[in-house]
């Protein structure tokens, strides 16, 4: 199977391919650091199983999404897994480059325009499945499109947890939309998981929160199920979690407001569909 994952050069995206290869699947990795990304390919590719290809992927520019998806859907044809789990924390005000707040553009709007773009080669696999990292962190968000361009008051804590809750509201749009379609659409919380997201808290705050995380390879195990597993494969619209509780807020359950993103993004994107 073709798997694409964002963000796989480290973390949680990592570890997933390793699982992913050590099973014997042609994995492509989508990254913003091309450096990293070779890096992480000759470690996999020194397992000798699977197949470990790279694709460049900035999130932070939508053209320059739009450019990667076009290349994926040339180069591929056929696409059977996309697991969106590249994302970051910004603890100060930043925009990408067409002037959204960057954890709002990079954790989900560049999701947004990829998936859209990628559903055609999607469509092409016998049953596909989309992958869509949120956190549990979107408690601490709601859809506030007024500040999607960071004007005013810059709360990230807030920030975060809005491009999470979008991530889990896209899964629930996406799976109600193609629920009779080969596509399913699933999110997860992948737990409090020590990873390079916490670079930018200060150095005693991650030491003591470091006691508290899971190693990578925890929510590589769910996202491979959830990826390719027989067990998965029927499964549409939920949200799990690799080791903590699964709830989901009020938000995060309102399926009218999950239909007004989608809409929203539609508008946000269309320039680039
Ligand atoms: N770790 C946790 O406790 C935790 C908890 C809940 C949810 N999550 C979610 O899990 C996912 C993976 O996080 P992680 O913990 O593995 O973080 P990580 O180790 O920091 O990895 C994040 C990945 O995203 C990539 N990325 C960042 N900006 C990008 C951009 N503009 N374009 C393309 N790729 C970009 C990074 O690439 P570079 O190497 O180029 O920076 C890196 O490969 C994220 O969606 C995060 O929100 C994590």
């Given at each position: 199977m073709k798997i694409l994952i964002t963000g796989a050069n480290t973390g949680i995206g990592f570890a997933s391919a390793e699982q992913l290869v050590k099973q014997g699947q042609h994995v492509i990795l989508a990254c913003r650091n091309i450096q990293k990304a070779q890096d992480a390919q000759k470690k996999l590719r020194s397992l000798n199983q699977g197949q470990v290809d790279i694709v460049s992927l900035d999130l932070n520019s939508l053209v320059s999404t739009q450019k990667t998806a076009d290349e994926i859907a040339d180069r591929y044809g056929v696409l059977d897994v996309l697991i969106n789990n590249a994302g970051v924390f910004s603890k100060t005000k930043q925009r990408t480059?067409?002037?959204?707040e960057q954890q709002f553009g990079v954790n989900y709007l560049g999701h947004f325009l990829l998936t859209q773009k990628l559903l055609p080669v999607l469509r092409q696999a016998p049953q596909a499945r989309i992958v869509h990292l949120a956190s549990?962190?979107?408690?601490a968000g709601s859809i506030k499109p007024h500040t999607f361009h960071a004007k005013g008051f810059y709360n990230p804590v807030f920030y975060y947890g809005q491009s999470k809750l979008a991530n889990l509201l896209f899964s629930n749009a996406l799976a109600e939309q193609m629920a009779a379609s080969s596509i399913t659409n699933n999110a997860l919380h992948p737990g409090g998981v020590a990873s390079d997201i916490y670079r930018d808290l200060p150095k005693p705050v991650y030491g003591v929160m470091k006691l508290g995380l899971v190693p990578t390879s925890v929510p590589a195990k769910l996202i491979c199920q959830m990826a390719i597993g027989d067990e998965w494969?029927?499964?549409?619209a939920e949200y799990v979690s690799a080791h903590m509780p699964n709830w989901k807020s009020p938000h995060a359950k309102n399926q009218q407001l999950a239909r007004e993103l989608y809409a929203q993004s539609m508008t946000l994107v269309e320039k680039f569909l």
């Open positions: 480059k067409d002037g959204f549990i962190a979107h408690w494969a029927n499964r549409n």
